[in-house]
């Protein structure tokens, strides 16, 4: 589970530092890397979406706390 909320902290920090670029300076990483491919896009989000969705689970789960230490519970 540890490894789990890792992995999806990375994916929810790149997700945000994303929509960043798009806020500031209108540039989306994603859609530059897929191009045309809408597809790619489309999933690259859920994968980010349901990470956010894992982190607020094991939130819920753990009182509040994201454990990424497993020394920490």
């Known amino acids: 589970m540890v490894i789990a909320n ?5 994916l929810v920090v790149l ?3 994303n929509w960043a ?7 989306n990483i994603v859609a530059a890397i897929f191009g045309a491919a809408v597809v790619g896009s ?5 994968i980010i979406a349901l990470a956010a969705i894992w982190l607020i689970v094991s939130a819920c789960m753990n ?5 990424l230490n497993r020394d920490e519970r």
């Open 42 to 46: 489309l999933i690259t989000y859920l």
């Open 15 to 17: 997700g945000s530092l």
């Open 63 to 67: 009182h509040g706390k994201i454990y």
């Open 6 to 10: 890792i992995i999806a902290l990375i």
């Open 21 to 27: 670029l798009v806020g500031i300076f209108g540039y």
